[in-house]
């Protein structure tokens, strides 16, 4: 893997020159990517806007939304829901000025978070170290806009960049982001877990995530709904495996291929595509037990870690990122949403240590870029088993599986390292001394490398 990141260094050191680099660095030019990319988002919605119409996930979101405010009905309380109880709070929210103007105030919320994200990111364009982090998030949001604009994702995405951040500076501001994030969408959990292992504030996380928790349960028990409090658990119990899951790579091919028995199907139910076949009931049995399985075990990888480890911010979010990516390559669910888990963790990171993190950057954009490909520009030709599409599927599949094995061996030399030297496990500072224009920036500033994640 090292000759093609040092291949990658290379071209992007032709592309850019220092005086780019500097450009790029500057609070205007940022503020004009922002504004530039969002209103390419706009522009792209802009016939749905106008017509009342929704896109995505946002059909069924207004429908719960009316559903909630017209009926008075509200998912989580007086029936059983898919998602967190958090979630109904952003989904009613942008049905407030009606539901034809609920695609416009989505896409506004997106873009606020997203604005918040980069403003903390960057410390308010302050902190040099962080426009290599925002402008990657940007690249990410584009890649993945199809889905990034039209699902919750794109909303608790961002609340874990900022959460991240101000783990070490604001520790209680940061545990009521991810929480609230957990709240909307479970996969933020992974990230709380690595900062409770690892984080010297993880007494205050607890506690104020604790006390949030508490108070969400008490609202929906005067409700009257605390007996769905933890549907959004037991309903994706009985799942089979989805299409794009990596661990259903397999069957996808053994289905192209005419195997008796294995076939890809619409399960109408919840308007998903599944694949059935010989062993696929087992194996989507156990995916969540071995899932787990092996969050347990990096919990006790950080534990081990944090005894040799002497940046904590860096442990917290090599755990956050070994464990949300064990969330998606040992998911029996893969939706293409799943790859905004992972970007978050991965533009923290790289505010944080680019040397160490560029492993990840560069496998992430891969990703994003395979995973749009994938869903939706050949999601038809994939169902129906083509080689082509399921090619696609297969090397994205099998980079997600490589991140993972990638966060897990750094964690392992963390916590088996006999020397500091050796804890990155990468390469030296000077091999790409061509990226930042001082050497401060490296790998952060040390001014600042302190307020992330400690």
């Known amino acids: 893997m090292s000759y093609f990141v040092e291949l990658v260094d290379h071209r992007l050191a032709r592309l850019l020159t220092p005086a780019r680099r500097d450009w790029l660095r500057t609070p205007r030019t940022l503020l004009l990517g922002f504004l530039g990319l969002h209103l390419l988002f706009l522009f792209a919605l802009l016939p749905t806007i106008l017509t009342g119409r929704v896109l995505g996930d946002l059909p069924l979101y207004r429908v719960w939304a009316e559903q909630a405010l017209a009926n008075g009905v509200w998912q989580g309380i007086d029936v059983e829901w898919v998602y967190p109880i958090g979630a109904i709070v952003p989904i009613v929210l942008a049905d407030a000025a009606g539901p034809l103007l609920?695609?416009?105030?989505?896409?506004?919320?997106?873009?606020?978070?997203?604005?918040?994200?980069?403003?903390?990111?960057?410390?308010?364009?302050?902190?040099?170290?962080?426009?290599?982090?925002?402008?990657?998030?940007?690249?990410?949001?584009?890649l993945l806009s199809p889905v990034g604009l039209l699902r919750l994702e794109g909303l608790s995405a961002p609340l874990v960049i900022m959460g991240l951040v101000l783990v070490a500076r604001r520790p209680v501001l940061a545990a009521a982001l991810l929480t609230a994030a957990t709240w909307i969408k479970v996969w933020p959990a992974a990230v709380l877990l690595a900062v409770v292992a690892a984080s010297r504030r993880r007494v205050s996380v607890l506690v104020?995530?604790?006390?949030?928790?508490?108070?969400?349960?008490?609202?929906?028990?005067?409700?009257?709904?605390?007996?769905?409090?933890?549907?959004?658990?037991?309903?994706?119990?009985?799942?089979?495996?989805?299409?794009?899951?990596?661990v259903t790579t397999p069957w996808v091919w053994l289905a192209a291929m005419g195997q008796h028995?294995?076939?890809?199907?619409?399960?109408?139910?919840?308007?998903?595509?599944?694949?059935?076949?010989?062993?696929?009931?087992?194996?989507?049995?156990?995916?969540?037990?071995?899932?787990?399985?092996?969050?347990a075990g990096i919990f006790v990888l950080l534990l081990l870690a944090l005894r040799r480890s002497r940046d904590n911010a860096q442990l917290v979010l090599l755990g956050a990122l070994a464990l949300v990516t064990t969330f998606v390559v040992l998911n029996k669910v893969g939706s293409p949403q799943y790859?905004?888990?992972?970007?978050?963790?991965?533009?923290v990171g790289v505010a944080h240590d680019w040397v160490l993190w560029r492993v990840p950057a560069y496998l992430?954009?891969?990703?994003?870029?395979?995973?749009?490909?994938?869903?939706?520009?050949?999601?038809?030709?994939?169902?129906?088993?083509?080689a082509g599409a399921i090619l696609l599927l297969t090397v994205r599949n099998a980079l997600l599986v490589v991140l993972l094995g990638w966060s897990v061996l750094?964690?392992?030399?963390?916590?088996?390292?006999?020397?500091?030297?050796?804890?990155?496990?990468?390469?030296?500072?000077?091999?790409?001394?061509?990226?930042?224009?001082?050497?401060s920036t490296l790998r952060g500033d040390p001014a600042t490398r302190g307020r992330i994640g400690r």
């Open 102 to 142: 609920y695609q416009l105030l989505w896409f506004v919320m997106t873009g606020a978070l997203n604005a918040a994200a980069i403003g903390i990111l960057t410390d308010w364009g302050r902190d040099r170290a962080g426009y290599r982090a925002a402008w990657f998030w940007l690249a990410f949001s584009l």
């Open 261 to 295: 028995g294995t076939t890809i199907y619409q399960n109408h139910a919840i308007a998903t595509r599944e694949v059935s076949g010989p062993g696929a009931g087992f194996v989507a049995a156990a995916m969540t037990p071995l899932m787990f399985l092996v969050i």
């Open 339 to 347: 790859m905004l888990w992972i970007a978050p963790v991965v533009a």
């Open 364 to 386: 992430s954009i891969v990703i994003g870029g395979l995973t749009t490909l994938i869903f939706p520009i050949f999601y038809l030709p994939l169902v129906h088993g083509d």
């Open 208 to 246: 104020t995530g604790a006390l949030i928790t508490a108070g969400i349960a008490g609202a929906v028990w005067a409700a009257g709904g605390l007996r769905f409090l933890t549907g959004f658990v037991t309903m994706q119990s009985d799942r089979a495996l989805q299409l794009e899951a990596p």
């Open 410 to 439: 750094a964690l392992w030399r963390t916590a088996f390292a006999s020397s500091p030297a050796s804890v990155s496990g990468v390469s030296t500072p000077e091999r790409v001394a061509w990226l930042p224009a001082d050497a």
